[in-house]
């Protein structure tokens, strides 16, 4: 589980099936099992599994989805079972702003996660808004003109939010202020 995160599953399974509620994210490696299913629900759909290696970041209180499947075959259903989609290993399946779109696993090493290192190259809004859920703590960002430029970077979770931060300073010109009564750090 990464940070943030809750899996919410049974003592014991149905027979018949092998589902998990998941809000946040989380890496899988399932034993393909065909008379027991393992199902991974999330707010906007659900993750039926074949037999795979995946990964699943759906956070309740972050419209996006992300499914990327690295091994193996899962099958994406929405909770009304209405529609289904199969994908291939390699692949990877964003819900943006209304939209589901497919493509390839880019960078692997976004999922050195779950080894304990965060992998940047995105530009620093969408790291800032990682940091945040990383980190669990309040982050305000001034109106700076660097927040669009991407920035590519590899940081041990366990270095902190400030060892993150002072790299950054490196090459852009900002301060920080961090509050831990408050649980926020200020960017300026």
Known sequence: LNANSKLVYPTSFKKGIRQVELDGEAYFDVKHNEDNPFVV???SMNVTVL???F???AYSDIEELNIAL???SIELNLPDRSRRYRMTAGEQV????GKYVSAQIGN???FKW?????C???????????LRLYYDVRIEVADLPFLEERYSGKFRVKEGIEQVLKVLQLEHKFTYVKDNELNLITIK
């Open 94 to 97: 964003f819900y943006k702003k």
């Open 41 to 43: 629900g999330t707010k």
């Open 70 to 72: 690295l091994r193996g």
């Open 51 to 53: 037999g795979t290696e």
């Open 55 to 57: 990964n699943v970041s």
């Open 120 to 130: 940047f190259n995105q530009p620093i809004h969408v790291i800032i808004d990682k």
């Open 114 to 118: 779950k080894e304990g290192l965060l």
């Open 108 to 110: 692997m090493d976004y």
